[in-house]
């Protein structure tokens, strides 16, 4: 597994239990453009924006 797509899982799944953490919240989340916090195919929870 490449590290770029090992970073896509370990970040979906954060924010996965995360968004399970606190499902009736709101969660907006400011991330920088580094080509790490970048990926075409992540899911996000529907209670968290980037």
């Known amino acids: ?15 996965e239990l995360f968004a399970q953490k606190y499902p009736d919240d709101l969660h907006i989340i400011q991330l920088d453009n580094g080509p790490l916090h970048q990926s075409l195919n992540m899911s996000i929870p529907e209670n968290i924006i980037f």
Request: proline share 0%; charged share 20%.
């Open 1 to 15: 597994m490449n590290l770029a797509l090992n970073d896509t899982v370990c970040m979906e799944k954060y924010l």
